[in-house]
């Protein structure tokens, strides 16, 4: 009896842990936007810009969107706005922020900090300038969002000459399913009825 208790907790241990890794895996989806700003304290919106001497950086934020971090990956990769540069002139350590407002799966909001610096030649089609970003990962709720195009681990490049100054800032992003699949939950049953009626059967005899 010991051994059959033994065997059937094994396999209701493994069926577990297989139901909860599929939970896992399973898309959620994700609605979310962006807003940003350029300086100390500002207030982000869907589209600002920052000049600079002749010199322009202009953000464009995402409109609300959803997105499903799909299998087997467990996440996606998703636009959170682009930059656009125009004119000739040079950006001094300009704050940035960049804000993600999320509605779905849970509602909240979180932002990435950075410093725009560098130069911008020919008008535009020509650039070292660069956004620094002091954190690169937030979280909201169950879901992350991780910068994805980064250069030296933190660093955006602004005006590749292959993009015509603009640049895209992406993300991956991953979510985490709060809620066990009803196959799981099924089983986590199935186990627990199972032990029960071992006890009972051995405490008889």
Known sequence: MKNLAKSFLMTVAIALITGFGAASANAVPVTFGTTA??????????ATSTTSGGATAAFAGQPTTTV???TPSGFTVADLGTITLSGNGTFTSTPFTLRVNQTVPTSGSGDFFGTLSGTIVGGGTGSDTRILFSNTTLSIGSVTFTL???TFGNTLFLDPNATGGVTRITA????????????????????LLGIAGIVRRRKTT
């Open 37 to 46: 700003c350029f300086g100390a304290g500002c207030t982000p919106t869907l």
């Open 68 to 70: 499903e971090t799909g």
């Open 148 to 150: 994805a195009n980064l």
């Open 172 to 191: 991956l992003i991953s979510a985490a399913n709060p809620i066990p699949e009803p196959t799981t939950m099924l089983l986590l049953g199935t186990g």
